[in-house]
């Protein structure tokens, strides 16, 4: 089947061709391991999970080569190893630093596998490949590209004439946007920094320029370099990177390897919110995903409500939507309760995710064949989504009677997706006037449907629905 991504690199959505079919070739920026993985960070993990999910139905297992990095280097870790030992623990810093970042890609990768994100082929880690990092660096320079100067290495953006081209920003947005260091060593403000110095009490380096630790960017480019080659098929990570740290990442890549092409396509995640209100620990609505699950919010109702969103539209999280998310999931549940899942993959939902990743569509088609009893098919969706239940039988399955009202939710909310597509909402003014004779008040939102049977409940009014 054709895989359609939109290409934030050409603005349009594009047939994705891979380079090589029997090597489908994927990075994606991870975290910068100084804490618990917050709500943002679980999106793009959940979104390029599906990404490679998708790659892997369509290529094959074998035939797709995921990698999703640690930035293991970063003053936010040495700042939490600081207050360590400004706390009274005598260890050495780098000691404490080690320990901090063990201590948090553990906490991440057990928190994204609550929200049911396989680990990928390579995670590679910052710290362990500055050596390649010094080589690239002195290769930029011997090339023109970068320059040294007061222990620093800067990339001089004016040697490279495509800047700009993934963010479509101009430099007066650029310089705005980066918060630029004005600083007496830079030829340019544009200039970014490759490698910084290092105080005898911070992480560092020997290199030809003294000792230090690389910048932020250049980690990326050496660590995918390094992977997947000069060229690879898809680059991605959440919106708020692609300026600067993937403009600074296509830049020096390719003046590094200009043979290759770096990513050929790039996809990237739009931000996320908590009731409305963009997330923040200002407004007292910063989650971790750890805090979700603390709260016995099972992670496969978290992974519904991020792929109910489309990856390229901002998502809101409410506890509306992870009321409503459980209701449907446990009714699934009970629905699949023993059986076999279908040998293939339902074609339509298959072609709702192969089309940009329309996971939207994809829950909109379990609904659909949660209403029409294909308990098989259903299965097989919820398995190739991320979502059967595997690790937590025990958060309950409904009553017979909930069962009922939740598969007619179901038939409804399967009408109401087919009518958003048709523009003949026949079908739905019919079954919510069925409801309401009988007794059911209905709640329709974005968030889904649900049917709530009142004191003059009468069961017998929906026979034949």
């Not at 090597?23 to 993990?45: K, L, Q, S």
């Not at 998708?54 to 640690?70: C, E, K, L």
């Not at 958003?420 to 004779?437: C, G, I, N, T, Y």
Request: hydrophobic share 40%; proline share 5%; charged share 25%.
């Amino acid at each position: 089947m054709d895989i359609f991504l939109t290409n934030t690199r050409t603005r349009a959505k594009e047939l994705f061709t891979p380079i090589d079919p029997g090597n489908v070739r994927i990075y994606v920026c991870g975290p910068t391991v100084y804490d618990r993985a917050h709500m943002g960070n679980a999106r793009a993990a959940i979104v390029f999970d599906m990404l490679v999910r998708v790659m892997r139905q369509v290529y094959g297992s074998a035939q797709v080569t995921y990698v999703r990095n640690f930035t293991d280097v970063d003053d936010k870790i040495n700042a939490t190893a600081q207050a360590r030992k400004v706390a009274g623990d005598p260890r050495p810093l780098e000691t404490l630093i080690a320990e901090r970042t063990e201590e948090t890609i553990g906490w991440y990768l057990e928190d994204m596998a609550a929200v049911g994100v396989a680990e990928p082929d390579h995670m590679p880690r910052a710290t362990r490949y500055i050596p390649q990092m010094i080589a690239m660096i002195a290769g930029l320079i011997a090339s023109g590209h970068a320059y040294a100067a007061e222990g620093h290495v800067l990339f001089s953006v004016a040697s490279y004439r495509n800047y700009g081209a993934l963010s479509g920003r101009t430099v007066d947005d650029m310089i705005a946007g980066a918060r630029v260091e004005v600083a007496p060593y830079k030829r340019d403000p544009m200039d970014f920094v490759l490698w910084k110095p290092s105080s005898d009490d911070l992480p560092g380096w020997d290199s030809p320029w003294g000792r230090g630790r690389p910048g932020w960017h250049i980690e990326c480019s050496a660590m995918s370099y390094e992977l997947l080659g000069e060229s690879f098929d898809i680059h991605g990570g959440g919106n708020d990177l692609m300026f600067p740290h993937h403009e600074n990442e296509i830049a020096q890549s390719c003046c590094a390897h200009p043979q290759g092409d770096f990513a050929k396509v790039w996809l990237h995640n739009e931000m996320l919110q908590v009731e409305g209100k963009k997330m923040s620990k200002s407004l007292g609505n910063f989650f971790t995903v750890r805090d979700l699950l603390d709260q016995g919010i099972p992670g496969e109702v978290i992974r519904f409500v991020f792929l109910s969103t489309h990856y390229r539209k901002p998502m809101d999280w409410t506890a509306e939507k992870a009321t409503s998310a459980t209701k449907t999931l446990r009714h699934w549940y009970d629905q699949t309760a023993g059986m076999q899942a279908s040998p293939d993959l339902d074609p339509e939902l298959l072609e709702a995710v192969c089309n940009d990743l329309n996971t939207a569509g994809a829950i909109a088609r379990l609904h659909r064949l949660s209403a029409e009893g294909k308990a098989g098919d259903l299965l097989a969706g919820l398995t190739f989504l991320g979502l059967s239940l595997v690790k937590a039988p025990g958060w309950g399955l409904p009553s017979a009677a909930d069962s009922g009202i939740a598969l007619l939710a179901d038939k409804l909310a399967a009408a109401r997706a087919e009518a958003m597509q048709s523009k003949d909402f026949s079908e739905v003014d019919r079954l919510k006037a069925a409801f309401l004779s009988a007794g059911i008040e209905v709640r329709m939102s974005k968030t889904g449907v649900e049917l709530v049977p009142g004191p003059g409940f009468d069961p017998a009014r929906l026979a034949g629905l």
